[in-house]
């Protein structure tokens, strides 16, 4: 687990985790990671992210990948790069929310359908997602 970002009021590391058994490239782990964490309200707007460098070292992955993600999330809307400042959260659009809501209904939409062409009843994933929730999806799910 990395901890690796700063809050400007009184710092609150939050986990990034990086899993190269996953088969995602460290980027997209990297990327999807942040922008949940940012459009679920984890991170809220003005919250200070740690620079470049200091995200690339702290999870280990290339300077061109820290910045190619922090590149995306800006070209997203999700943070702002301020000069001489560092890179902040920024505050969300009116309909993020509804959009972040909308996304996880159509991956939840999704994963009920593969589950069930795997041969899952409905009740199995029930007991699998409770279990998800409780034990955490953090272990297994990224």
């Keep these: 687990m990395y901890k690796c970002i700063h809050t400007m009021t009184a710092p609150s590391p939050l986990p990034l985790t990086l899993r190269q058994a996953s088969g995602v490239p ?17 991170l809220p707007p003005g919250t200070l992210l740690p620079g470049v460098r200091q995200l690339a070292q702290d999870t280990l992955v290339s300077l061109i ?4 993600v922090y590149a995306d999330l800006e070209a997203a809307g999700l943070v702002e790069r301020r000069q001489g400042q560092g890179t902040y959260v920024r505050a969300p659009a009116p309909d993020a929310r509804a959009q972040a ?3 996880a209904r159509q991956v939840l939409a999704d994963a009920v ?6 041969g899952l009843a409905d009740a199995e994933q029930q007991a699998f997602l409770a279990t ?3 034990d955490g999806a953090d272990d297994d799910a990224r």
């Design 101 to 103: 809501r909308d996304e």
């Design 132 to 134: 998800l929730w409780t």
């Design 113 to 118: 359908i593969r589950a069930r062409q795997l």
């Design 26 to 42: 460290f980027y997209r782990q990297l990327h999807d990671q942040l922008s949940a964490l940012i459009t679920s309200g984890a």
């Design 65 to 68: 990948t820290a910045r190619r």
